[in-house]
Nanobody
């Protein structure tokens, strides 16, 4: 089993920044990729960014150039630095870990971008 604990959400004005953190514990040896997804009201959950064990990254087109995913292997933590935030970035953000046999999800953290 893998446990994921997210932190760092909140409210920010358009153009502002936030950093989300996701700390993993448990059977982390089974994880080969971690990422962030988001779900806005009335919409499907979508991939925001992903980082593999080898450090390869991939981003949704809507966040390229504004968001950066990174990892601290010593702390078993993945970060999502979000800059130049827009109202359309408002959503619940979920941390995801892809394991050998299943995917794991965090509880979600709300990000609200509003003036």
């Amino acid at each position: 089993q893998v446990q994921l604990v997210e932190s760092g959400g909140g409210g920010v004005q358009p153009g502002g920044s936030l950093r989300l953190s996701c700390a993993a514990s448990g059977s982390i040896f089974s994880i080969y990729a971690m990422g962030w997804y988001r779900q806005a009201p009335g919409k499907q959950r979508e991939l925001v960014a992903i980082i593999t064990r080898g450090g390869n990254t991939n981003y949704a087109d809507s966040v390229k150039g504004r968001f950066t995913i990174s990892r601290d292997n010593a702390k078993n933590t993945v970060y999502l630095q979000m800059n130049s935030l827009k109202p359309e970035d408002t959503a619940v953000y979920y941390c995801n870990a892809d394991g050998i046999t299943r995917a794991y999800w965090g509880q979600g953290t709300q990000v609200t971008v509003s003036s």
